[in-house]
C-alpha cells in the first residue's frame, strides 16, 4: 500500500531557512563546499518540484522502520545528516501511524538544518536531540535502534565509506538496523561529481521561470532564489555510488546482514530539470535496510 503524502510546511520554513542560512551554514564543510547558498534555497527548490527529495522513497522508510516500531516502547532513532527535516517528518508519520513515540536524534555539520528539524519538532510535538558533529567523531550514550538517512553514501568519497559503515555499526544495538537509500549511477568513478557550467545556467533559467509563476505564495524575488541556486549549484559535490555489488560488499564487510537490497527506478515528478546532482529527475535508487550481525 502506498504511503500517503506527508504534507510539509515547506512555504512556512522556506523563509526561515533563506534568512538564517547565510548566519547558520558553515562556510567550509570539509570538502571546500559553503553550505550556506544550498540551506538557504534548498527548501524554495522542494517547493519548486526541482530537488529530489524523501518523500519519492516514503514507501521505503515506511515499510522499513515498520520492524523497529514493534521492537521496542520507545525506539531511539539516529537521523545522519539533514538537509531539512524530511526524514523527520517521514519518521514521526511512521511511528505515529503504529501509536509509537521515538527518541529522536539529529546530527549533522551544520546548524541550519538543526534549526530546521527543532522547528518542525515543535510544530509536531515530537522529541528530538540536535547534536552538531561530524558522524565519525560522534559518541553516543547509548546505542540506537535505528539509523536513517537519504542519500548520505553519495557525501563521502569511496575510500572514506568503510569508516562511515564502521561508525555506523557502533552506534547501533545488536540487531539494530541502518535504512538508507542512495541514487546509483552507472559507471561511477571515484571522482566526485559536480554540476556542469550549462547545468548551473539551466537550473538558474528554471528556478527563474517557476518562482516567477509562484512569486506570490513563495515571499522570495525570484532572481535572488535563482541566483542562490546557481551558487548552490556551482559549490556542490557529491561522489557518485555507481555499483551496487561493490555496495553490498561494503556492508557485509563491515559486519551488517542485508535485510533489504534493492534497486528500482524513480521517475521525476516534473520536467523543469537542469540534469545536475541531487536534482529530482529519472533514474535508479539503491535501498537498504541492514541489521548489525
Not at 249 to 270: N, Y
Request: hydrophobic fraction near 45%; proline fraction near 6%; glycine fraction near 8%.
Amino acid at each position: 500500500m502506498k504511503s500517503p503524502k506527508i504534507e510539509e510546511p515547506l512555504l512556512e520554513s522556506a523563509p526561515l531557512a533563506w534568512r538564517l542560512a547565510p548566519q547558520l551554514c558553515n562556510r567550509d564543510t570539509g570538502n571546500g563546499e559553503d553550505c550556506s547558498a544550498m540551506h538557504g534555497a534548498w527548501q524554495y527548490l522542494r517547493a519548486l518540484g526541482l530537488v529530489g527529495s524523501i518523500d519519492q522513497r516514503a514507501d521505503f522508510y515506511r515499510e522499513a522502520l515498520a520492524p523497529v516500531a514493534e521492537a521496542a516502547t520507545t525506539p531511539s532513532i539516529l537521523v545522519c545528516g539533514a538537509a531539512d527535516y524530511a526524514m523527520l517528518a517521514q519518521i514521526v508519520a511512521a511511528f505515529r501511524g503504529r501509536n509509537v513515540e521515538p527518541d529522536v536524534t539529529v546530527i549533522d555539520l551544520c546548524e541550519t538544518p538543526l534549526m530546521l528539524n527543532r522547528w518542525y519538532a515543535d510544530r509536531a510535538a515530537c522529541r528530538i536531540k540536535t547534536v552538531r558533529e561530524d558522524v565519525l567523531k560522534y559518541g553516543a550514550a547509548f546505542p540506537y535502534d535505528a539509523i536513517c538517512t537519504d542519500a548520505f553514501l553519495g557525501r563521502f568519497a569511496p575510500a572514506r565509506r568503510p569508516a562511515l559503515l564502521a561508525k555506523w555499526r557502533s552506534l547501533l544495538r545488536p540487531g539494530g538496523r541502518i535504512i538508507t537509500a542512495s541514487r546509483l549511477r552507472a559507471g561511477g568513478a571515484a571522482d566526485p561529481v559536480r554540476f556542469s557550467a550549462e547545468q548551473v545556467q539551466r537550473l538558474h533559467a528554471s528556478v527563474l521561470s517557476l518562482a516567477g509563476k509562484m512569486r506570490g505564495s513563495l515571499q522570495v524575488d525570484p532572481v535572488e532564489l535563482a541566483d542562490r541556486a546557481a551558487a548552490f549549484a556551482g559549490s556542490h559535490v557529491t561522489y557518485p555510488v555507481g555499483s551496487a555489488e561493490e555496495t553490498r560488499a561494503l556492508f557485509e564487510g563491515a559486519g551488517f546482514r542485508l535485510d533489504r537490497f534493492k534497486v528500482a527506478a524513480i521517475a521525476p515528478e516534473t520536467q523543469n530539470l537542469s540534469g545536475g546532482p541531487s536534482l529530482r529527475k529519472a533514474g535508479e535508487y539503491l535501498y537498504i535496510c541492514a541489521s548489525r550481525a
